[in-house]
């Protein structure tokens, strides 16, 4: 069974903060990929970014990175000097690839984390 | 942007009563799904398509079917709403060869059952 922690239900940080948002999976297959994908309040879900699990290196785009451990299965997302407009729900998803043809297409989500950045 | 529209935006219906939600693509994406979003559950997928007529099930499948005679078109029906419907739907499509794919989303139909 696959399965995505999002342990942190909510972050609040002020503006500039560092802030780390934690994903933790669990898969069998030995292939698979990750992501995550932004909602801000407006309510549409963006992808920010995929990685398979053959890819550890880390990410940065801007002001956001990802770390990405298999040792720890952990895919987890850094926003550094957080800004207002980063304020959203963060969902981290996984993606397996089962071994035997006719695997089923089921992407899994986290519960998502919820981020305030304050003024 | 990925072409997809979702209608209606906002429902609201009464329980018992059947429901068509419909997503449209202008991309001829193979592959689209169905999710719902609900607090503390995050997003859950009830089906998705693989092509025309080829559909499967999701986690969350029970009480809803899918159609998709063409590769535009998905649509979700609800045949008898509850209230444990009431959510927030969201259709997808996967620009790629399907779930390793980033997805695109709909902007969401809110359906409220009373």
């Known amino acids: 069974a696959q399965k995505v922690t999002q342990a942190q239900t909510e972050i609040s940080v002020v503006e500039k903060e560092d802030v780390t948002l934690d994903c933790v999976y669990e898969?069998?297959?030995?292939?698979?990929?990750l992501f995550w994908y932004k909602q801000p309040p407006s309510g549409e879900l963006v992808f920010l970014i995929r990685r398979n699990s053959f890819d550890e290196q880390n990410e940065i785009s801007g002001r956001y990175s990802w770390n990405f451990q298999k040792s720890t299965s952990s895919f987890n997302f850094t926003i550094t000097a957080s800004q207002v407009v980063d304020s959203a729900v963060y969902f981290c998803?996984?993606?397996?690839?089962?071994?035997?043809?006719?695997?089923?297409?089921?992407?899994?989500f986290g519960k998502g984390t919820k981020l305030t950045v304050n003024p | 942007d990925a072409g997809i529209t979702q209608s209606p935006r906002h429902k609201v219906t009464e329980t018992g009563t059947p429901v068509t939600l419909r997503c449209h693509q202008t991309e001829n994406h193979r592959y689209m799904y169905w999710y719902r979003q609900d607090p503390g559950h995050g997003l859950r997928l009830i089906h998705y398509s693989y092509g025309v007529k080829d559909t499967d099930k999701g986690e969350v499948s029970d009480g809803y079917s899918v159609s998709r005679s063409k590769t535009e078109d998905f649509l979700l029906t609800l045949e008898s709403a509850t209230s444990s419907q009431t959510s927030v739907y969201f259709c997808a499509i996967s620009v790629g060869t399907g779930g390793n794919s980033p997805l695109h989303f709909g902007n969401g139909t809110r359906l409220t059952v009373t």
């Open positions: 898969t069998r297959d030995t292939t698979y990929y």
């Open positions: 998803a996984l993606f397996g690839v089962p071994i035997t043809q006719g695997g089923s297409e089921k992407l899994v």
